[in-house]
């Protein structure tokens, strides 16, 4: 699977919008970036994905640059309850639609202050 | 939905001993992954189901480790015999092949430790 690169740790305030970012230089064509969290003492959470376009859900925004070299999870106005790692990972379901595990890296803790 | 299932929550046991982990994905799910959590080691996974049929079992540490899934509602994690460097998160995770981007719902996990 392709390699995803996140900063370990980062910090924000609570009501503000909050950018996580997301290296994966080796993408393929037929990767899709997916976005999960894992909420302290919790099983990980699916966030979001894509593929090539941005995308809205009611938990985040993905923004994925053109060459989709790198992508952003937008938190748009962070609470506490947002504190979590969360992890950026790349998933082929080009391989005859079948459903492959997740490849999980270290992730970056986010830290809400209040 | 009551959402993935999993049992125990805790178990304690001690080396040596056979210890079972289970697992009910949520109904309808036909892909069923079981993954480990450890401090050093972080999330991996270990093997997944497709309609009740292994498919890749290359994350399975060693012979010790083996599981089942006998029907679409059911799958179990077996460690025998149990040794300390085991102890970790256990988590269980479905999904469904017609679901947008086969997004994963997990279990609350099984923490083990073995003595």
């Known amino acids: 699977d392709a390699k995803t690169t996140q900063p370990n740790s980062m910090e924000s305030n609570e009501e503000e919008p909050v950018h996580l970012p997301c290296n994966h230089s080796t993408i393929s064509g037929t990767d899709y970036i997916h976005w999960y969290r894992q909420l302290p003492s919790q099983g990980p959470e699916y966030v979001i994905h894509?593929?090539?376009s941005n995308v809205n859900n009611r938990m985040a925004s993905l923004a994925i640059a053109e060459d989709r070299k790198s992508s952003t999870l937008i938190l748009h106005r962070a609470t506490l309850r947002d504190a979590a790692v969360y992890y950026c990972i790349l998933r082929d379901v080009g391989r005859g639609g079948s459903a492959d595990g997740l490849t999980f890296g270290k992730g970056t803790h986010l830290i809400i202050q209040p | 939905d009551a959402g993935v299932i999993q049992s125990p929550r805790h178990e304690v046991t001690e080396m040596g001993q056979e210890v079972t982990l289970r697992c009910k994905p949520i109904s309808g799910h036909n892909s069923l992954f079981w993954y480990r959590q450890t401090m050093m080691r972080g999330l991996e996974l270990l093997i997944y189901f497709n309609n009740n049929v292994p498919i890749d079992d290359s994350g399975m540490p060693e012979d010790r480790f083996s599981a089942k899934m006998p029907n679409a509602s059911f799958s179990t994690l077996k460690i025998q015999p149990s040794e300390p460097r085991d102890s970790a998160v256990y988590f269980c995770?479905?999904?469904?092949?017609?679901?947008?981007?086969?997004?994963?719902?997990f279990g609350p996990g099984t923490r083990l430790t073995v003595l």
């Open positions: 894509g593929l090539t």
């Open positions: 995770a479905s999904s469904s092949q017609a679901g947008a981007g086969n997004e994963q719902f």
